[in-house]
């Protein structure tokens, strides 16, 4: 398999582009250009007639642009690589790109050096997808209801989905939802990994009693070149559940050396290699909370039963508009509900207009310990009260994603 050649497909709408792209990969031995179109939709027909590996695509074109593209092959066919090249390097474009499925985004004009790596890493991409796709047809399971394209080692058929789990206001019990969510959903057939994006004080690996000499510091410098032993050398993995982390930098002043664009282009690696990618956040909305909240299928948003956490939640909200986030994303959790007090889930729905679909009730005799001895309550305490709330949260979670995929897949057929 390693000597054959990586196929790829050309589509842009300038001529001499696609031209000019092609004589710099014929001198490549291990690369092969199977075809070049002239514009989205054509490159959509082209990648089904002639099954490329890699597909480099033009983010501006003048029928359907090289976003809408991606998203239409990588549905279609998601074995399928596509690297994105733009004029514009912008970072919205990148997360547009990401979010559409694409592999790597490059600048136009890209280096001669820099394009050949992007193509020779999407190529091993490709080629790990299409065996995954081979062993799920030949299994005798393949056909199974539970079965999940996710499952087992390796990367599946589908891109995992990015679970952010997010409070505006600190103090709301943001970590312990997110490193228990994980482990609810966690199991042989939807494996999980857990990203600390709290750079600078992240607690995720203590949470789980871990601590390593790798951090998400030591994969930043090669975002545009990860690859699955790099990426699984640095991942920790507890002993207990078999659950991946990746935990913040050991040191504060790492964080600065981390970009929002590195740290995307580690969450789409991540998601292709996970069924679920559960992100934890800090409260503050730097450009790194922004990309994990963006990226994400679904927003876990944490508020509480007081006033400035519930005021902080209603801003966050009314700001979704501004981000370009569909609040049918959100799902919205009220942590440590006490039935004393008068502030109830229904009201705070009400008044914010955003129903609250999950609440994890007070229950500090089991939080407060599990977080000292770092072993999070869903893996010794799952009895609990606070645990059947976590539970509840995981199947709202996974409801929510069923929701959001019907919608994508419904909505060609209403046009």
């Given at each position: 398999?390693?000597?054959?050649?990586?196929?790829?497909?050309?589509?842009?709408?300038?001529?001499?582009?696609?031209?000019?792209?092609?004589?710099?990969?014929?001198?490549?031995?291990?690369?092969?250009?199977?075809?070049?179109?002239?514009?989205?939709?054509?490159?959509?027909?082209?990648?089904?007639?002639?099954?490329?590996?890699?597909?480099?695509?033009?983010?501006?074109?003048?029928?359907?642009?090289?976003?809408?593209?991606?998203?239409?092959?990588?549905?279609?066919?998601?074995?399928?690589?596509?690297?994105?090249?733009?004029?514009?390097?912008?970072?919205?474009?990148?997360?547009?790109?990401?979010?559409?499925?694409?592999?790597?985004?490059?600048?136009?004009?890209?280096?001669?050096?820099?394009?050949?790596?992007?193509?020779?890493?999407?190529?091993?991409?490709?080629?790990?997808?299409?065996?995954?796709?081979?062993?799920?047809?030949?299994?005798?399971?393949?056909?199974?209801?539970?079965?999940?394209?996710?499952?087992?080692?390796?990367?599946?058929?589908?891109?995992?989905?990015?679970?952010?789990?997010?409070?505006?206001?600190?103090?709301?019990?943001?970590?312990?939802?997110?490193?228990?969510?994980?482990?609810?959903?966690?199991?042989?057939?939807?494996?999980?990994?857990?990203?600390?994006?709290?750079?600078?004080?992240?607690?995720?690996?203590?949470?789980?009693?871990?601590?390593g000499k790798n951090t998400i510091a030591n994969l930043a410098p090669h975002a545009d070149e990860l690859d699955l032993e790099m990426v699984e050398g640095v991942l920790l993995k507890h002993s207990g559940t078999g659950i991946s982390i990746l935990a913040a930098p050991a040191r504060p002043e790492q964080a600065e050396k981390i970009a929002a664009d590195q740290f995307l282009k580690i969450l789409e690696f991540l998601r292709q290699m996970y069924a679920y990618v559960v992100v934890d956040t800090s409260a503050y909305l730097s450009d790194i909370t922004i990309s994990a909240i963006d990226s994400s299928d679904v927003i876990v948003l944490i508020t509480t039963q007081d006033i400035p956490a519930i005021k902080s939640a209603r801003l966050f909200l009314d700001l979704l508009h501004t981000l370009g986030i569909n609040r049918g994303r959100i799902v919205f959790t009220m942590n440590r509900f006490d039935k004393r007090i008068a502030i109830t889930p229904e009201r705070v729905g009400e008044n914010l207009k955003q129903e609250v679909a999950a609440v994890l009730p007070l229950d500090e005799r089991a939080v407060i310990p599990a977080v000292n001895r770092g072993v999070p309550f869903m893996i010794d305490n799952k009895t609990q009260p606070v645990a059947r709330g976590i539970f509840n949260l995981a199947e709202s979670v996974r409801a929510r994603i069923t929701v959001l995929e019907s919608e994508v897949i419904d909505r060609p057929a209403k046009r």
């Open positions: 398999m390693a000597s054959e050649k990586v196929r790829v497909l050309i589509v842009d709408d300038v001529a001499e582009t696609r031209e000019n792209v092609r004589k710099l990969l014929q001198f490549e031995s291990d690369v092969e250009v199977v075809g070049a179109a002239r514009n989205g939709k054509e490159g959509i027909q082209f990648s089904q007639d002639f099954d490329p590996d890699v597909v480099l695509m033009d983010i501006n074109m003048p029928d359907m642009d090289g976003i809408a593209a991606t998203e239409a092959i990588r549905h279609k066919m998601p074995h399928v690589q596509v690297v994105i090249l733009s004029v514009q390097g912008d970072q919205n474009y990148m997360r547009r790109a990401m979010l559409a499925g694409a592999r790597d985004f490059l600048t136009k004009p890209p280096m001669g050096d820099e394009l050949i790596s992007a193509i020779r890493r999407a190529g091993e991409m490709a080629r790990i997808e299409r065996a995954k796709t081979a062993s799920f047809r030949a299994s005798p399971s393949a056909t199974s209801p539970g079965m999940t394209p996710m499952a087992g080692m390796g990367i599946g058929l589908a891109r995992g989905k990015i679970v952010t789990v997010y409070s505006p206001k600190g103090g709301t019990g943001c970590t312990t939802i997110a490193v228990n969510l994980a482990l609810a959903l966690h199991n042989d057939d939807t494996r999980v990994v857990i990203v600390d994006s709290n750079l600078q004080y992240g607690d995720v690996a203590i949470f789980f009693n871990e601590q």
